[in-house]
């Protein structure tokens, strides 16, 4: 099964940027997505941003323009760059990896999350 470990986050002033990085171990065979999500207190988890295996990208309406998802596949790394921080970004981050629904070999036993890194933007 897939370990994830985030790290990067913090506290910033609006209007700043953050760099979070998950890393994955383990086997990621099944894998076939690699998510942001955040839960801010009182709220539920919500999705940031996506890239899937074929590096496609997507992200929420609330960032788009703001936050970036990449990855680099060599270092096992997934990175979300947040840019032009704002108070209402404050959550709990999530990395999460998804296992591709159309294998016959996986299954949502393969998804894995992160134990999530604070961020904290202040106004």
């Known amino acids: 099964q897939v370990q994830l470990v985030e790290s990067g986050g913090g506290l910033v002033q609006a209007g700043g940027s953050l760099t979070l990085s998950c890393v994955a171990s383990?086997?990621?065979?099944?894998?076939?997505?690699w998510g942001w999500y955040r839960q801010a207190p009182g709220k539920e988890r919500e999705l940031v941003a996506v890239?899937?295996?074929?590096?496609?990208?997507y992200s929420s309406d609330s960032v788009k323009g703001r936050f970036s998802i990449s990855r680099d596949k060599d270092k096992r790394t997934v990175a979300l760059q947040l840019n032009s921080l704002k108070p209402e970004d404050t959550a709990i981050y999530y990395c999460?990896?998804?296992?591709?629904?159309?294998?016959?070999?996986?299954?949502?036993?393969?998804?894995?999350w992160g134990q999530g890194t604070q961020v904290t933007v202040r106004s």
């Open positions: 999460h990896a998804g296992h591709d629904p159309s294998s016959y070999w996986c299954t949502d036993d393969d998804d894995a």
């Open positions: 890239i899937t295996s074929l590096d496609t990208t």
């Open positions: 383990g086997d990621t065979i099944c894998i076939s997505e």
